[in-house]
C-alpha cells in the first residue's frame, strides 16, 4: 500500500509540474517571435541518416570508413531512439551516441541530431498510458507503432521538455553537431483525447465568442444540432457538419504548429549559436500540417521527398516537392530523407533505382533549391517494420552498386557544390495551395469511382490530383513554379498565379485575387472556385460568388460526369487527349469569352473552358477537370495570354531548370529523364559544363547520355 501511495504521489507531482511547464512554455511560445538564424553553407551537404544502434554488429570504424571514402559529408542521428537517450525515467545516458559523434568528427562528417520525440520509449507507455493518442470513434489504443501519442498532453511534455533540455545542452559546444532537427515527420496523429477535445472548445470559444455565433456559421440548425452552451458541445467522433470537420482540421494543424513552435523555442533556448533548427515535413501538403505557418519557427525547412523509380521517375514528384518546401520561406531547404534503394513497409513494392538514377535525383533536388541531400539510410536493417526500406548498402553491409553511384556523385559535389549550393530561383509563376480547400473537398469530393446512390465509392480524383496535374503541366514546359498561401500578403510579385479548386476562402481573399487581376495580374483558376466560405458553408449567392465579375461567368448548375466527354472541334489540338472528365459547371457567359464548348447534346449548351478580360488582367476559367494532354495545352495557352516568354521546346523527358549561384553565375540544368539518349540545342548565353568542363556555345547541340545531366554555368 505504502508503494502504490507514494507512486501515485510522484505520478500527480510530476503531472502537476508538467502542466505548469506547458502553460510558462505555452504562453512563451505565443509572446516570443522566433529569430531564425541565417544558413548559408560553403558547399552541398550530402549524406544518410546513420543509426549504428541499429546494425547487428559492432562497425562503426568500418561504416565511417566507407562513409570518408565515399565523400559523405554530413550524417543526420539520434531521432528514433528514445529509449536509448533516457533507458530509464530520469536516467540519461550519451556514451553510446558520443563515440558516434566523436567518430565523425574525426573523418570531417558534419552531424544533424534529432530530438527522438515521435516514438516515447516502453516505461513511459507502462507509467503514463494516458498518453498514447485515442482516435476518433474511441478505439481502443496500443503501444508498438511510432507517432502515437497526444503530443498535447502535458505528461508528455514534461518528459519531453527534459529530454530536449538534457540532448541540447550536452550538444551545445561541439562544433560537428551543425543543427537539430526537431521530432521527425510531425503529424496530429489523429489524436482526439479529453485534453485535445477541450483545447477545442477553448479555440471556439476565442474565435466565436458565443455558441449562438458558432450555431450560425456552421448552419446547426440542420437536424437540430445547435450548441446551446459550452459544456454541451459534442466531440468530433460522428459529426456530420462539413464546418465542425473543416474546424477540426485546422485545429489539427494548430496543434502540429504549437508543438513544433514549443521544441523550436526549446532548441534556441540551449543550442549552440551557430546550430541550425530544422523540421523534416514527411512529404508536402500534408492534410493536418500547415507546412506555411510551421516552418516560421524554423531557421531552414526541410522535406522528406519520396518518389518513383525506374520507368517512374520523371523528376516532376521531387520537383514539385521542392518548390513547395523552397517557397515556405523563400529560401533553400533540405532533403533530410529520399529513397536510396528500395522503399515500402514490405517486399511487394521492391523497384531499385536504374544506373544513374540516384545520382540523377541528387542533382533534381539541387536544382530545386536544396542544400543538402541525404539518404533514409546508410545501411538497410535485418529485421523491424523498414525491413524492405533499404539504405545505401544493402543487408550485407557492404559496398554495392548504391553505393558506387554515391560515391561518384559525392565526388563531384566535393568539386563543383561550391557553385551550385545556396541556389536562387526566381519565378514568375506560382501555384496558389489552400490546405482548408483541400480537407473540405475530402469531405464533399467531386470525382468518385461508380457506386449506388448513398454510397460513396473510392475517391478517383481530389484537390492534390488538381494540384499534381497543373504542376505537371507546367514542369513539362519547362517552366518553374512556387507555391503561395493564402496568407500570404503579396500576389504582386508574380505574373500568372495558378489556382486549384479554391473550394474554401473568405471574401477577402476572393477578394484579393479579383485585385491582382484588375490590377494586371493573370489567373488560371479551375472548378469550385468561390463556392463556399471559411466555414465550408456554400455562399448564397450565385456562384462563383465574389468572384463573378472577375471571372466573367456565373452558373447556378453542374453535374458530375459518368464518362469522359469531348471538347468540340479539339479547340486546342491535343487528338487523343480532348477530353473532360468527373465534374461539369454549367457556365453562363456574362463578360467572358469561351475557349472551348462540351461536344454533347446536352452539356454543349455551356462552354467547358472561358477567358475574361478583367482590368489590365485576364482570368482563365476551367469549369471541368481536364484530360493531362489537355491542360499542358492550356498551361501553354495562357503563358502565352500572360506575355510570358515561351520556353524552349525540348524533347520529351528533358528538363531545364535555372537559377543565381552564390557568385552571381546563372546556372541551367539540363536532365534526362529517360532510358533513351537525348539531343538538345542549347539557347542560353555561352558557358560550360560543370560535370565535364566543356565549353557551350549558343545553338551548340549538346547529348545526354540516359539518366544524365549537363549543368551549364553562364561565362
Known sequence: MYCSLRRSALVIGTLALSTQFVLAQQASSKTQEPKPIPVVMPNVLYGAAYYSEYNPYERLDKDVALMKDAGISVVRMGESTWSLWEPEDGKFEYAWMDRVVDAMS??????????PTYSIPTWMYHAHPEVLARPLGGASTFYGMRQNMDTDNPTYRFYAQRLIRNMVEHYRNNPNVIGWQIDNETSSYGASNQDVFVGFVNHLKQKFGTTDNLNKAWGLNYWGQNVNGWENMPTRDNTISTGYKLEWSR???????????????LVREYRGPSQFVTTD???SMRRDVNEFKTAKALDIA????YHGTQEHMDGQAQAEQGDYTRSLKHSNFLVTETNAQTTDWSSGYQFPPYDGQLRLDVYTHLSSGANMVEYWHWASI??????????????????????????????ELQKIGPQLVNLQIKNDVAILYSIDSANALDYMPFALAPARQWQMGATVADYKTVVDQLHRAFFSNNVGTDFIFPEDPDFSRYKLIVIPPLYIADDALLQKISDYVKGGGHVLMTFKSGFANENSAVRWQRAPGPLREATGISYQEFSNLEKPLALKGDPLKVGDDNKVMYWAEFLKLEHAKPLAFYDHPFFGTWPAITR??????????EGTFLSDGLQQSVVRDVLNDAHLAAPQQLPPHLIEKSGVNGSGKTIHYFLNYSNSPQTFTYSQRAGSDLLTGKSIAPSQTVELAPWDLAIVAEN
Open 382 to 411: 535485418p529485421s523491424g517494420q523498414e525491413t524492405y526500406w533499404k539504405g545505401v548498402l544493402s543487408h550485407d553491409l557492404e559496398p554495392n552498386r548504391a553505393y558506387a553511384e554515391v560515391s561518384r556523385t559525392a565526388h
Open 251 to 265: 485545429w489539427g494543424q494548430m496543434r502540429v504548429a504549437d508543438f513544433l513552435d514549443w521544441q523550436a523555442a
Open 106 to 115: 574525426k573523418a570531417g562528417i558534419k552531424v544533424i541530431m534529432g530530438t
Open 302 to 305: 526541410a522535406n522528406n521527398p
Open 281 to 283: 515535413f514527411g512529404g
Open 612 to 621: 475574361n478580360q478583367f482590368g489590365s488582367g485576364s482570368l482563365t476559367y
